[in-house]
């Protein structure tokens, strides 16, 4: 599309010519063969992307929040205590969430910018039995990067039967995450950021122990759509190339996420991390030579998938990012209610990071560096 803006927010991203075809599928029934068989076999390349020999994957017609309630409704029960790492926007609205279903959620909350430490996270589990440690891997309204692996140790080794739950809604197919290996025991993200597949999907996987958890409760599951109850015998259904019936999926971007699926584990997981870490670098490299700060306070801090960015000393956000777009380029606003007006985000996620030859980035960054030129000349 000639007047297509090229889209470099945190989500949803730029998708594939492939995926958009995918997704303009013609009507196909849901319980037939040709569906389940894209479906089952979409189920199974997502353990690749998780990096998972066994956990089960779960694809739900919803936004990414909806692997919140799915978490709350399904693994939590009335009166239980989980402890939420706190490095932005979405910490908030997680223990909300948990909250909802009447489960006291205590945040370990660190300053804009930062993470709680290991130390800090060791402190608190030493104080009181938590059900589970919840981890926004990225938190998209900061730009912070949360070390799964590391705090993953710290559980296990502390409070070995918390279970260890990552809100990777802005990191799943684009930031490591060894699910099997870092002893996650669910993850949830969403279809329109790093996995590249238009919104309305929420996907996520479960460990053993988390789907032995859910089975062992004591009540029954806190929502009725979002029951796993409903769900794991679809999916397990699915997966066996069986159809079984609950609520009708999107049939269509099951389609698109197939088509996605199939290109992102065309190579290792791996090399698709080590692309979005160079690309983060790319960025983050332009961003350091035109003198701006960033949100997280340390480079380890920093997200592979996105950027986030202070603006120059006397600009606010209608000095940059209509001129962005009048360049044909879309970044996002800040989303921290704190430091809302202060700083703008950046996505690179994708075929934006993991394929050169469209030089999304080259773009992005020239569009970057003439608007804050003409911009400072003004003032």
Known sequence: MSDHSLLMIPGPIEFSDEVLQANAHPSMSHVGAPFIN??????ELLRKVFVSEDAQPLVIAGSGTLGW????????????????LHTGYFGDSFAECFETYG????????????????????AALKERKYKLVSITHVDTSTGVLSDVKLISEVVR??????????????SVGGEELLFDEWGVDIAITASQKAIGVPPGLSISAFSKR???????????????????????????AYESRKPMYFATPPVQLIYALHASLKKITERPMSERFQLHKDASNKVKSAVRELGLKQVPTQDQ???NTMTAVYLPEGLTLPDVLPKLSQKGII???GLHREIATKYFRIGHMGITA????????DKAIQGLKEVLSEATQKH
């Open 38 to 43: 894209v479906f089952g076999e979409s189920l």
């Open 69 to 84: 309630d799915i978490v709350a409704a399904n693994i939590t029960e009335r009166g239980d205590n989980v402890l939420v």
């Open 103 to 122: 489960v006291t959620a205590t945040q370990l909350k660190a300053a804009i910018g930062e993470r709680p430490t290991s130390d800090q996270v060791e």
């Open 157 to 170: 080794r502390v409070s070995p039967d918390t279970l260890i739950v990552v809100d990777g809604v802005c």
């Open 210 to 236: 988390a789907i032995s958890t859910f089975n062992s409760r004591t009540t029954p599951p806190s929502s009725y759509f979002a029951s796993l109850k409903k769900w794991l015998p679809i999916m397990q």
């Open 301 to 303: 801090f920093a997200a």
């Open 331 to 333: 970044f996002a606003g």
């Open 354 to 361: 993991t394929d050169s030859g469209r030089n999304d980035l």
